[in-house]
């Protein structure tokens, strides 16, 4: 096992850069099944997940090289149709596979791993949806498995943007036959990513972005070269790095409109943002100023993954804020750790409140999730004394090798070996 051992009260400081999108890059890399040969990707992050989802393809038949930040996929030949366990237990997002296997192979077959640690996380919308264009789908427990003789297009109407529900579509409409429209589509500079992408392919999608999307299907796609977005939830995890830790901090490679939901946090905390094409100065306050309510919502929303990083530098506001949490039901399991830092967080439900303290102490914690293991990262820099976080296999999910962006800013942080104890 890995932890990050961390001394902190470092004043931090110079220029970071933002790596590509976790969020884009997978249900891109999904998509790469409907393209009979080369996928080449650019600005692909090395993360635990983007592995996962190599094993996939390979497994399902693809050729998968990386060379640097890029990807080739060669999906000309494929053979299997179906995901195993130990595959979709790596990912619980690999749910994104159903449509392009479907759309590629007319047959699809998963199990999925229960709830999760942010909440349970049904995929009744993907079901229904994918059922309105054609799919005949059979549940056996957390099973399924899907056929198609044709796809068609149709028109869907979603009870909430669900952003992964969103892609299933776009992905097995994109060769289906005649006109989908996505009703109530989830807006995520995510899903204008995946239309980009298969838009270079020859597919004819409009309205990504926006809340109606249509899909006028084609026969084929053909092979692309695509640079995937910068990761904007980094970019957020970097602000909060520099409110706290910093006097001054660079952000580098970010396209800022997709930070637009955020910024204005940042700027009520205090934060002072400079903004050119590509990065951001932030200049942080002496003192952070406390957030009265923050809510978070679909794009363009405040971003549900944008809250815990939030919420590690609001706990060393002056005066209390209050962050309540619109898109899933269980997203606080971090309070508990970022108390034993010294943080005065009280959850009740959705809702964090959260007494802003002077200090933090170095504390052990041990990351419940992706985004709350950053928030630990975030709040172990701004304590005094060493702190260590370990179950940080959460955190390698999304972000690659924290440690070295960290340390090039002027972080104490290290990643250690240990042996984990039975109790
Ligand atoms: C994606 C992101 C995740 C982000 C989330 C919301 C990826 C790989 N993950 O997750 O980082 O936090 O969007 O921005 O892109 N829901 C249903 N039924 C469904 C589908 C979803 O009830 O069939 C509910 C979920 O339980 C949740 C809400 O809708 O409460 C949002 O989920 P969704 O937008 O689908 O998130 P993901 O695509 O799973």
């Known amino acids: 096992m890995e932890k990050l051992v961390i001394n902190g009260g470092k004043q931090l400081g110079g220029a970071i850069s933002v790596h590509g999108s976790k969020n884009a ?5 999904a998509a790469s099944l409907l393209i009979r040969g080369e996928t080449v990707l650019h600005n692909v992050p090395d993360l635990s997940d983007v592995s996962a989802s190599i094993d ?3 497994y399902l038949g693809a ?3 990386r060379e640097g930040s890029s990807l080739i996929i060669n999906a000309a030949d494929i053979t299997n149709n179906d995901i195993p366990d130990n595959l979709m237990r790596e990912m619980r997002s690999s749910i994104i596979f159903l449509g392009s296997l479907l759309a590629r192979c007319r047959q699809a077959s998963m199990c999925l791993p229960g709830g999760c640690d942010i909440g349970v996380r049904p995929i009744d919308l993907h079901l229904e949806s ?6 005949m789908i059979e549940e056996r427990g957390s099973c399924i498995s899907c056929i198609a003789r044709e796809l068609r297009g149709a028109k869907i109407v979603l009870a909430f943007p669900s952003v992964g529900a969103t892609e299933n579509i776009i992905i097995a409409s994109a060769l289906a036959k005649g006109k989908t429209t996505i009703i109530n589509a989830a807006r995520e500079p995510e899903i204008c990513d995946l239309a980009d992408f298969l838009n270079f392919c020859g597919a004819r999608i409009s309205g990504a972005g926006e809340g109606v999307v249509e899909i006028e ?7 692309a070269e695509h640079s995937i977005i910068p990761d904007r939830i980094i970019a957020s995890t970097y602000m909060s790095v520099a409110a706290l830790n910093a006097k001054e901090l660079v952000i580098k490679d970010i ?3 997709h930070l637009s939901p955020v910024i204005p946090v940042y700027m009520r905390m205090g934060c002072r943002l400079f903004l050119s094409s590509n990065e951001m100065k932030l200049v942080s306050p002496k003192k952070i100023k406390h957030i009265k309510s923050i809510k978070t919502m679909p794009y363009p929303g405040f971003p549900t993954d944008c809250q815990a990083v939030a919420a590690a530098v609001l706990i060393k506001a002056r005066g ?3 962050i309540s949490e619109g898109v899933f039901e269980n997203r606080f399991n971090y309070a508990a750790e970022l108390n034993r830092f010294g943080a005065d967080i009280n959850v009740s439900g959705r809702t964090a409140i959260i007494y802003g303290v002077k200090s933090l102490c170095g504390a052990n914690v041990k990351c419940t999730d992706l985004r709350g293991g950053a928030a630990m990262v975030i709040a ?23 440690e070295n962006s960290l340390s090039e800013i002027g972080a104490d942080i290290k990643r250690i070996k240990y042996e984990k104890k039975e109790c």
């Open 217 to 223: 299907g084609v026969d084929f796609l053909r092979p």
């Open 255 to 257: 396209i800022p409109s």
């Open 130 to 135: 994918l059922s309105l264009l054609g799919a």
């Open 25 to 29: 890059v997978l249900p891109i890399m």
């Open 63 to 65: 050729s998968v090289k």
């Open 56 to 58: 996939i393809l390979e």
């Open 380 to 402: 172990a820099l701004s304590a005094e004394g060493e702190s260590t976080v370990s179950d940080i296999g959460h955190i390698d999910r999304g972000y690659q090798a924290i």
């Open 320 to 322: 209390t804020s209050v």
